[in-house]
């Protein structure tokens, strides 16, 4: 009976990966079946329930490769509606996909949904997770490869091996308890640690052969903490950040910060006993750490051992300056030349000497709206309606969203709002954050990779171009704004569809810190994504857009 049972549960368990070739027959196609359920774990001694994929926490890894097709169906146990999102993908032509609320009805309790989505040149390392009520909180998230091609070289010598290690704060306390204090207007204390992998302190291990070197993609997947990231006695070449090739660096140690991925090649060659792999918190107190080790093969096993010593936890006394980690940013940059992820990317390789149609300028603020402490941008609390702002805007449903000027607007004060702001296929975009306040933002765009062209301390001022890198910035789809300073990126908007520009602290995005871009051909007042894919034959309706078909459009065509 028993032996039954383990063979039942072993077949539900084991992820089930099925490659077809169907009519496209360049592509592959890679079907999924994600099972999201509840699990116990106490990574910090304190048992917590958190979510798992096909019971395993982080969930499962999502390898694929350029033109692959990914249809993962993702069955919700839980008891909550449930949606994960692609952090870093480019999902293009398809936001119907991208698993946020504005874009998708949420996968109700006991039901599945099959995402169907094709990766294309985002060659590198990205993450999933879930995007509805502070779920990601409690887990449910896991890493992402996007290869080459076997016939695109990558521009550096093979690794010997591909790791993934996800990095990131962890609270005790359940997510329902976290909600609670942030729906009374409380912000949420300290975490209580840090997790490496799913584990508590000196729990994730590493093997390492020596000689070899090894490829780390490191996600940052917590709540709300930067974080600082080296291994003992060993150099971290810097090679990928969400899909660049960057200029190939030492470095000591490297900042994560949170939504972040990044990957370095470290080699093996030091003496044959055990490192320790330490990752710590930036710019709070008290700070925390994670311990993990790595270990070399055939050598001794024991971390801790005398031989070894202690974890090197204040090694980096420097650390916790805003400057450092803002000149550190500053070093990080393309490379020009290797050009083998993304030869052109969306065209706009040469991005100096395109001419910006637009800027967006972003402003976060903290308010209170109806007694409750809130998140703006611009000066709007982004909420949530129960209908996905592209469904709304496919059928032409009257008054669920504002379109916005992107711009921060005289107003009485700050307010709830569902803003959407508008902008035109092929425009090439400068957008702004501003962050007046005392605590580092993380700002990620669904849909796109943006230059990040400066950073500067005080207010932005469109004098301030003079000091943009408008050579080799980086190309990636998260980035940081330091306190009281601001953050300029460039953005090709070559991908129609609605896309979520969202703050990558959970805290902050639940407290209403997030907007949408929509990307169309047509003017302010209908959108007409004519290049789009159409709206998948299995997409879910909700809200207003309940019984809706795809032939029933309320409200006039496009002009
Ligand atoms: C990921 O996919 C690549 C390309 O198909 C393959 O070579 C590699 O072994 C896969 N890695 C894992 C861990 O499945
Ligand atoms: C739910 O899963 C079944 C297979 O388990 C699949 O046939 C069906 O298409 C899925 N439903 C959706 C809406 O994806
Ligand atoms: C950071 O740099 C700015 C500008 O260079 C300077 O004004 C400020 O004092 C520095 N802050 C610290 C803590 O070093
Ligand atoms: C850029 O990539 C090329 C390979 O395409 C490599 O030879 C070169 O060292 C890289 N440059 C830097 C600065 O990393
Ligand atoms: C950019 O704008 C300048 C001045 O308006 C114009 O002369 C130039 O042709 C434009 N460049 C491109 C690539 O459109």
Not at 117 to 133: A, H, M, N, T
Not at 311 to 324: E, I, V
Not at 411 to 438: C, E, M
Not at 457 to 465: A, E, N, V
Request: proline fraction near 6%; charged fraction near 20%.
């Amino acid at each position: 009976m028993d032996l039954v049972r383990l063979v039942v549960v072993a077949l539900v368990l084991v992820p089930c990966v099925v490659f077809r070739h169907s009519a496209d027959a360049e592509n592959r196609h890679v079907f999924l079946d994600w099972e999201v359920s509840y699990a116990v774990r106490s990574p910090l001694g304190v048992a917590k329930k958190v979510i798992a994929i096909n019971g395993d926490f982080p969930g499962p890894l999502l390898n694929l490769t350029t033109n692959d097709v990914a249809h993962v169906n993702v069955l919700n146990t839980l008891d909550e509606p449930f949606l994960l999102t692609w952090n870093g993908l480019q999902m293009r032509r398809n936001s119907w996909n991208d698993g946020v609320a504005g874009t998708n009805c949420p996968i109700r309790p006991g039901e599945n949904w099959t995402y169907v989505f094709q990766v294309k040149d985002e060659v590198g390392s990205f993450f999933y997770r879930p995007s509805l009520g502070l779920h990601a909180a409690a887990g449910g998230h896991g890493p992402i490869r996007v290869n080459n091609r076997p016939v695109i070289d990558v521009p550096f010598p093979r690794p010997d091996g591909d790791l993934d290690v996800l990095v990131g704060d962890w609270y005790n306390m359940d997510v329902s308890e976290m909600r609670q204090h942030l729906d009374k207007g409380s912000d949420l204390p300290s975490p209580d640690g840090i997790l490496i992998d799913g584990l508590g302190p000196y729990e994730a291990s590493l093997t390492f052969k020596a000689g070899r070197t090894y490829r780390l993609r490191v996600s940052n997947v917590g709540t709300r903490t930067s974080l600082s990231f080296r291994i003992q006695g060993h150099k971290l070449l810097l090679v990928e950040a969400e899909g660049t090739y960057t200029a190939q660096k030492h470095y000591a140690s490297l900042d994560v910060h949170p939504g972040q991925s990044l990957s370095v090649l470290v080699a093996a060659d030091q003496a044959p006993k055990p490192y320790y792999t330490v990752v710590s918190s930036l710019f709070v107190t008290p700070e925390l750490f994670g311990v993990g080790t790595v270990l070399y093969a055939g050598g001794p096993s024991a971390a801790g051992s005398a031989a070894t010593g202690d974890a090197p936890l204040h090694d980096l006394s420097s650390h916790n300056s805003y400057n450092r980690s803002m000149e550190q940013a500053k070093t990080i940059r393309m490379n020009l030349t290797s050009g083998a992820a993304r030869p052109n990317p969306q065209g706009s390789f040469h991005y100096a000497s395109i001419n910006v149609t637009r800027t967006v300028l972003l402003q976060n603020g903290v308010a209170d709206i109806d007694g409750r402490r809130r998140c703006t941008v611009n000066g709007v609390t982004f909420a949530n309606t129960g209908t996905p702002l592209k469904l709304a805007d496919y059928f032409r449903v009257p008054g669920v969203f504002t379109v916005v000027s992107g711009r921060p607007e005289r107003r009485n004060r700050p307010a709830l709002g569902t803003t959407v702001i508008d902008a035109s296929y092929k425009d090439f975009v400068q957008i702004v954050f501003h962050n007046r306040l005392p605590s580092l933002q993380t700002w990620h765009l669904d849909g796109y990779s943006f230059f990040v062209a400066g950073m500067g301390w005080g207010k932005w001022s469109p004098d301030t171009r003079s000091t943009y890198n408008l050579v080799d910035a980086v190309y990636r789809s998260t980035i940081q704004v330091y306190p009281a300073s601001w953050t300029a990126v460039l953005v090709y908007l070559d991908n129609e569809g609605m896309w979520n520009l969202r703050s990558q602290d959970l805290e902050k995005k639940y407290l209403g810190q997030e907007v949408y871009l929509r990307v169309s051909q047509g003017n302010s007042e209908v959108s007409d994504p004519r290049d789009e894919l159409p709206m998948p034959s299995n997409a879910l309706l909700c809200g207003k857009a309940t019984g809706l078909r795809s032939w029933y459009r309320l409200g006039p065509g496009p002009a």
